[in-house]
């Protein structure tokens, strides 16, 4: 075989895999935007659900332009599209890479994208019923005496909208470090030997994401991703034992 014929090859097999990436980002972006339509329909419904933690912290939202009110409906319509259209993203995403992953980890592709799906929709409950109320609570009391609260929908939607898609990709922290491992370019000594600076490194993380100063509200961040960083390190293990088995 010529080595012209071997570089046209390759050029109509990346050039496959280019339409192939391309037809599934379209997919996606196609079922986001049927989702966010659906999701504006019932806008009402979306809304009641994100201003439920700041209710009775705040007498009311206000909103300080003419497109404001509009503008963060269509926020809160992508943020439910998205939300809603993970599993599709999840599953496309996935799909794209199969080929390429290694024979022995194609028979578990199903267990990861359930584990995943379980972890990602984990973290939105634990944002939205544990961190977003808790910041909420310490923002708006430390204001008390100082200034009357008086908070625009469209920068409150920015704040919920931010910790929520924080919240359901920390918690994909086990899934990177198992694949990672499952692959075998992580090892579990690793792990453990750089444990301190992963922790180190969460702090830092928890300390940036965090959108009050306070060391308990770091705290609320980091400590459960040092949680799912030891969880990871629990899979990596288990991937380890069933290798060497094997």
């Avoid at 209710?55 to 404001?68: N, R, Y």
């Avoid at 799906?117 to 008390?144: C, E």
Wanted: net charge positive; proline share 4%; charged share 15%.
């Amino acid at each position: 075989m010529s080595p012209f014929y071997l570089e046209e090859t390759k050029k109509l097999d990346v050039v496959s895999h280019l339409e192939e990436l391309r037809r599934r980002i379209l997919f996606c972006l196609l079922a986001l935007v049927a989702a966010a339509i659906i999701s504006f329909a019932q806008g009402d419904l979306i809304m009641a659900l994100v201003k439920r933690p700041i209710l009775g912290l705040v007498d009311e939202l206000i909103f300080i332009s003419p497109t404001e009110a509009f503008v963060a409906c269509i926020k809160v319509a992508f943020l439910a599209a998205f939300v809603i259209c993970f599993p599709v993203i999840l599953y496309h995403g996935w799909a794209f890479l199969f080929p390429a992953l290694p024979r022995d980890m194609r028979s578990r592709v199903v267990l990861w994208l359930i584990f995943a799906l379980i972890l990602f929709f984990g973290g939105i409950m634990f944002s939205y019923f544990l961190a977003i109320p808790a910041a909420l609570d310490f923002l708006i009391g430390f204001s008390k005496g100082i200034a009357l609260a008086r908070i625009s929908l469209g920068k409150y939607i920015s704040f919920f909208g931010a910790l929520v898609l924080i919240g359901g990709i920390v918690f994909e922290i086990p899934i990177v470090i198992g694949l990672l491992t499952d692959a075998g370019l992580l090892e579990v000594r690793t792990l453990k030997r750089k444990r301190h600076y992963a922790i180190l490194a969460i702090m830092i993380f928890a300390a940036v994401i965090t959108p009050t100063q306070d060391i308990l509200n770091m705290l609320l961040f980091a400590m459960p991703m040092i949680v799912l960083y030891e969880i990871g390190i629990l899979i990596a293990v288990l991937i380890e034992r069933h290798k060497k088995k094997k």
